[in-house]
């Protein structure tokens, strides 16, 4: 009973998130690696049948099992599974403190999930709460961009691109080093990024 509450809860957190979600300013630069919010936690290095079900049972186990969870609502995601991926990335989260090492990952992870399940607002929701946390993470500029034109907003996201090119003017002034910065961006992520790039280029907005 008390993991549904924290389920329904965590959701309707996110739900208000997306519903009234405004960007903050970009900042100048974005120099942040932010290597905490990429560690690679989610992959499943296993994902034989059996591996899945050790971890399923894991997870029944321990309701506490916030990492196991995530690690299984990532896997249900890249599967299709989206509901319940949703639920249980919900309940992975209400078991994480925003001080706990596993937030920033879960919810950078978690924001490219719902992206790539066609939820371009409800991944801004889970990325904003990251660029609202005091790190100017070097990620945020290109995948801030590229969910803002998604969703229409393309002035926010020809300024969020300008402030990766103000950041490194030599990687990001073009589209023609995005395969290389972006290893692990899909083709059309990177061909949408271009025409943010594009955008930016014909009318590069000032600082501030």
Known sequence: MKSRVLIAA?????????????MP???????DADA?????????????DAAVE??????ERSPDAALETAQLAHYAMESGRHDLGRSLYARALAGLGTNDGKW???????GWDLYRAGDAAAALAQWRE?????????????????ALWKLGRRDEAVRWYAAAVRTEPG?????????????QWREDERALLAEVQ??????PPAWP
């Open 54 to 59: 050790r971890l399923m049972r894991r997870v």
């Open 25 to 31: 300013r970009p900042v100048e630069f974005y120099f």
């Open 171 to 183: 990687q990001w002034s073009t589209a023609d080093r995005h395969a290389q910065l972006l290893p």
């Open 130 to 146: 990251l660029a609202t946390r005091g790190v100017a993470g070097s990620w945020m500029p290109p995948t801030f961009a590229i």
């Open 36 to 48: 905490s919010a990429l560690r690679p936690v989610l992959a499943l290095k296993d994902r034989s």
């Open 104 to 110: 920033r990952p879960v919810k950078w992870t978690y």
């Open 10 to 22: 965590a959701l309707l957190a996110v739900a208000g998130a997306v519903s009234g979600q405004e």
């Open 198 to 203: 594009a955008a930016w280029a014909a009318n």
